[in-house]
């Protein structure tokens, strides 16, 4: 969530020309029933938003609403049925929304916003490991699983998170993409492949890429009655 990130589509670091806007190989389609392990699985595209200007300066954004540094001649992804695109409220990842999937009205879902970072919002992780010493682990290494100080904890970013797959898990129809953020990808990858585990905040979101996310038909989050 603070971190540069990796090269993103027609950006400094990524190969010239146009990225082709096709889904990844192999994965069959953004949102189809399937069976796995004698289970029926929904498939849903996350895809984390462009990167902002603070983004490349290494400082947690959160709720700060910043725009997006969209590239020229982004091609629109290719999903071969128009899909129901879900999207946070917060700019960047509207107008990420906007410039992948352009000939559709985006659903803004505000389960689907970044988390709070409080008053860490702005700041490098060096400053916020002087800011506030507790968030700091073991090797000197930031503890996000730690709350911010007045921002969200892990576990009402989680519930939140959670919610939203689970509509999507009991849902039918169209494809299904949530334009989303690092924080919101996370805890939905944690909640549905790990469950019970921790947020690994370790692993590196790419910008404006497609994951996807196989969740298990009817599914809801752990300890949901």
Do not use: K
């Amino acid at each position: 969530p603070g971190g540069r990130g990796p090269p993103v589509p027609g950006g400094p670091g990524f190969p010239s020309g146009r990225p082709r806007a096709r889904w990844p190989p192999g994965c069959g389609g953004p949102r189809r029933w399937t069976r796995w392990s004698g289970r029926a699985m929904v498939r849903l595209l996350l895809v984390r938003h462009f990167p902002t200007a603070e983004n490349h300066a290494g400082r947690f954004l959160g709720r700060r609403d910043l725009p997006a540094l969209v590239p020229d001649g982004v091609a629109p992804l290719d999903l071969g049925r128009p899909p129901v695109v879900f999207t946070s409220p917060l700019a960047r990842a509207r107008t990420t929304a906007a410039a992948l999937f352009p000939d559709v009205p985006a659903r803004v879902d505000a389960r689907l916003i970044e988390r709070s970072f409080g008053a860490w919002e702005g700041c490098t992780r060096g400053q916020v490991a002087a800011l506030q010493p507790d968030a700091v682990g073991e090797g000197g290494v930031l503890d996000l699983n730690r709350t911010p100080r007045g921002g969200e904890s892990v576990e009402a970013l989680c519930a939140r998170v959670g919610a939203f797959l689970a509509e999507v898990a009991a849902s039918e129809g169209s494809p299904a993409v949530a334009v989303a953020h690092a924080g919101v990808i996370l805890a939905a990858l944690a909640l549905v492949r790990a469950p019970g585990a921790p947020v690994d905040w370790r692993r590196s979101v790419p910008y404006a890429t497609p994951l996807t996310l196989e969740v298990p038909a009817g599914w809801r989050p752990p300890g949901a009655r």
